[in-house]
């Protein structure tokens, strides 16, 4: 367990032969070259090359460190947020700490921003979620995402050459299921996108409050059994959380178990009907909150184009469904006959779904696998019911997907934390009723 503030680095770049950018203040590059002012990094048969302003070769090696002297910033153009999902664009984002350009993989080039764990969730939790939400949930929300970096650290480290992956597969002629854990990425320790956790820099702080939430919980972490928890997170829950374990690998985590995101405890979905009446039904809870002045003050403005995130609801033409799942998938079902859950966890989340078509059937999980490919970036959740519209034939016309909740349905509801502590509720009162079992420690 850690007894003092690591440093982190984090990859802000990675799939671009070019980068360009701006030093404010100057950066110390290797061999005592000082540099400041626009600039732009290729990567060169293998080298990154750094140019000036002018376009001079600066310095070329195959990677680069530019150190920050006295609080100097960098900015970067055109880092893509939201990667492949809803989403996604570029922005122009400005950072503290420093800056390390390594030539990676089939001529791209990679920035790393290498930065304190603290001032990299100074900007986290203005990213996650707006910094003029309640301070309570700020405070809960850096206590979970340094809770859930530090513990994806330490396992990093235990199972170092071990050949960990972020993608697992079991795969048969009948089945694929796949599941999705944080990155492995190799170069740096996280990404800056919500693959890991959103870091959009220090243009993200706009507000005292995001700094004080930090400052006021520095080295407070979620614990259970001696162990920092692996602190899980997302948008909406639409009414209930997920077990750990129908999300990612076949293993019980005692704290990351399903709770009811309101003061009532629903009844258990123990069959497809019961998954049926829950989604058709608005229940009492924490993220179903139509209030726009709390959204304003809760979600970033990107987020808050996400207006239907509690109970949501698509539509496909069968053609056009095909067609997506031909394309996210790589397989080609003929005519999509029907889409059949197998297994659903305890938010209604389908775990297993049955691709029925005229050429292929095959059952898809776990749950961010199904959201892959049933949709041309990401469905909000997997916990759906679809409701299918035939010719005279028995052949699908069109389906409908009516749905419930945003995102994984794993440990802490953003939103349901957010109008908690509007609520008037502490930060401690709100990890510790969606970390079941846990309780706080302050390790540094």
């Excluded at 006295?70 to 664009?89: A, K, P």
């Excluded at 740096?188 to 930090?214: E, M, P, W």
């Excluded at 029907?338 to 297993?352: K, M, N, T």
């Excluded at 609520?423 to 420690?441: C, M, P, Q, W």
Aim: charged share 30%; aromatic share 10%.
């Amino acid at each position: 367990m850690i007894d003092r503030e690591p440093i982190i680095r984090v990859g802000i770049m990675e799939d671009e032969p070019e980068v360009l950018g701006l030093f404010q203040g100057q950066f110390e590059l290797p061999s005592t070259v000082r540099l400041k002012g626009p600039f732009h990094v290729r990567n060169e048969t293998g080298q990154v090359v750094l140019y000036d302003d002018e376009g001079i070769e600066v310095i070329r090696k195959p990677e680069i460190l530019c150190r920050a002297i006295s609080g100097g910033t960098f900015t970067l153009r055109d880092v893509t947020i939201g990667l492949r999902f809803h989403w996604e664009r570029k922005e122009e984002q400005t950072f503290e700490g420093n800056v390390r350009f390594v030539a990676g993989e089939n001529g791209m080039t990679v920035a790393i921003n290498e930065i304190g764990l603290e001032q990299y969730l100074k900007s986290v939790i203005s990213s996650e979620m707006s910094a003029a939400s309640a301070g309570e949930f700020l405070k809960a929300q850096a206590i979970t995402s340094r809770s859930w970096l530090v513990a994806m650290l330490e396992r990093r480290s235990k199972e170092k050459g071990l050949g960990g992956c972020s993608l697992r597969s079991q795969e048969t002629e009948t089945e694929i299921i796949r599941w999705y854990d944080r990155e492995e990425h190799t170069l740096f320790d996280v990404c800056a996108d919500d693959h890991c956790q959103r870091y959009q820099g220090v243009s993200k702080i706009v507000t005292k409050a995001a700094t004080d939430a930090v400052e006021g919980t520095r080295g407070v972490f979620l614990i259970h059994n001696d162990d920092v928890c692996d602190a899980r997170y997302f948008k909406a829950c639409g009414g209930l959380t997920e077990n750990f374990e129908n999300v990612w690998d076949d293993v019980s985590v005692p704290y990351l178990t399903s709770v009811s995101d309101s003061d009532a405890e629903y009844p258990r979905i123990l069959s497809e009907a019961d998954a049926r009446a829950w989604i058709m039904s608005l229940p009492e809870a924490y993220c179903d909150t139509a209030d726009a002045g709390v959204l304003r003050r809760i979600l970033p403005s990107f987020d808050q184009e996400t207006a239907d995130f509690f109970r949501w609801r698509v539509e496909y033409k069968r053609e056009e469904l095909e067609e997506i799942l031909r394309v996210k998938s790589g397989i080609d079902f003929g005519e999509l006959m029907d889409l059949i859950p197998v297994q659903r966890g305890a938010s209604g989340r389908i775990v297993r779904l049955k691709l029925v078509g005229s050429k292929k059937t095959l059952v898809v999980g776990k749950e961010l696998e199904i959201r892959r490919w049933l949709s041309k970036s990401h469905l909000y959740s997997s916990a759906f019911v679809v409701e299918t519209v035939r010719d005279t034939k028995g052949i699908p016309l069109h389906f409908t997907f009516f749905g419930a909740g945003w995102g994984h349905g794993v440990g802490l509801c953003q939103i349901g934390a957010a109008v908690l502590a509007e609520n008037g509720k502490s930060a401690e009162e709100i990890v510790t009723h969606y970390f079941r079992g846990a309780s706080l420690k302050k390790l540094y």
